[in-house]
């Protein structure tokens, strides 16, 4: 990974995990996807993942073919914005699969330019720690891996203490989205990472039940006779694919606040801790094990006019019963979140590029 890449994703940055803008008959709405490209770079995002989740895994499909063209589309508005800017943003390319299928992807990511993969295991179920290792050195040799502690409601496995802390040996990791949405495994991964002696593998929540406090907390850990403290740095997070103006600003707010620890924890942010996971709780409709996570998103989305609909390439993937009423609820509850005025001054602008 390049010097600046490396740099800007240490210090930590927000990087939503995009979503997929389809038109009414579920083909590529390739304005409105350049437009949500626009959005985040103008909200200040540090980064943007692609081929990710809530991108759809059905872009994958021979049948639908989306894969390639939805990562060189963002590569090119990153690309073009950047050079316009004199910044890098960071491009982060979902990988998955089992380990020919991954090494194709990671190959043609990195092809278009993007720094890393977040490499999902959820291909790997019955895998042990040797192949699952092996599978990730695999990975590693052609693209810097970002890699993903995904929860198991939602595909992902239990990955023990043991495989953090050997995936750690592993040169090219750069990063880790941390997303069991489990306090004693987001543990395990630190404290493998902290043991290693890893100091340049950077941390990044995707526990949407708990972004700020994870972004506001020190792990400390005893390792070989003296202690060792570490931070989740930034997001990776569907989450931050909505409101992310807002997020920025979230982010900012927790940085500085860790910046000055003579100072107490400002209460604010402790009750944005809160707001944020029952925003949450809306959007990725936890109540009905996140079925309508990818639709409730692109509710959001549409209500600011920066999507059309919530069409999904699975015609069955809707909003759960209830779902938009929630979704209502936390706008009424929370206005101070969302970064609906900042979207309508310039959404048309985006749109129109």
């Known amino acids: 990974m390049e010097t600046t890449a490396r740099q800007r994703l240490d210090q930590g940055v927000v990087i939503p995990a995009c979503p997929l803008a389809l ?19 103008a909200a200040g995002a540090g980064g943007l993942a692609v081929g990710v989740h809530t991108t759809q895994f059905e872009i994958r499909e021979p049948h639908v073919g989306l894969l390639r063209p939805v990562l060189e589309l963002a590569s090119e508005e990153l690309r073009r914005a950047d050079e316009a800017a004199g910044h890098v943003t960071l491009r982060i390319a979902g990988v998955c699969g089992r380990t020919d299928q991954a090494v194709t992807e990671a190959a043609r990511a990195c092809d278009l330019g993007y720094h890393a993969g977040l490499l999902s295991l959820a291909a790997l179920p019955d895998a042990n720690d040797d192949e699952l290792v092996a599978h990730c050195r695999a990975v590693a040799d052609v693209i810097p891996v970002f890699g993903f502690y995904l929860q198991p409601a939602v595909g992902g496995r239990v990955l023990e203490y043991e495989f953090w802390r050997r995936f750690a040996e592993i040169e090219n990791v750069v990063a880790i989205k941390i997303a069991p949405f489990n306090r004693y495994q987001t543990i395990d991964v630190i404290r493998a990472i902290a043991e290693s002696g890893r100091r340049d593998v950077a941390l990044y929540t995707g526990n949407d039940d708990n972004i700020v406090l994870d972004l506001l907390t020190t792990y400390r850990f005893r390792v ?27 982010l900012n707010g927790c940085q500085a606040a860790v910046a000055s620890p003579q100072d107490p924890i400002p209460a604010s942010l402790l009750q944005a801790n809160v707001e944020v996971t029952d925003a949450n709780a809306a959007f990725f409709d936890s109540a009905n094990q996140y079925a309508g996570c990818i639709p409730g998103l692109h509710e959001v989305l549409r209500r600011q006019g920066l999507f059309e609909g919530l069409w999904c390439l699975n015609p069955d993937e809707s909003m759960s019963p209830g779902q938009s009423e929630q979704i209502d609820r936390v706008y009424a509850a929370y206005p101070h979140l969302n970064d609906d005025a900042f979207v309508a001054e310039h959404r048309d602008t985006w749109l129109a590029g």
């Not at 083909?27 to 770079?41: M, S, V």
């Open 23 to 41: 038109t009414a008959d579920r083909r590529l709405d390739e304005r409105r996807q350049r437009a949500l490209c626009r959005y985040y770079l």
């Open 224 to 250: 070989g006779g003296a202690w060792v403290e570490r931070r989740i740095v930034g997001g990776l997070l569907g989450h931050w694919a909505v409101w992310t103006k807002k997020a920025v600003e979230l």
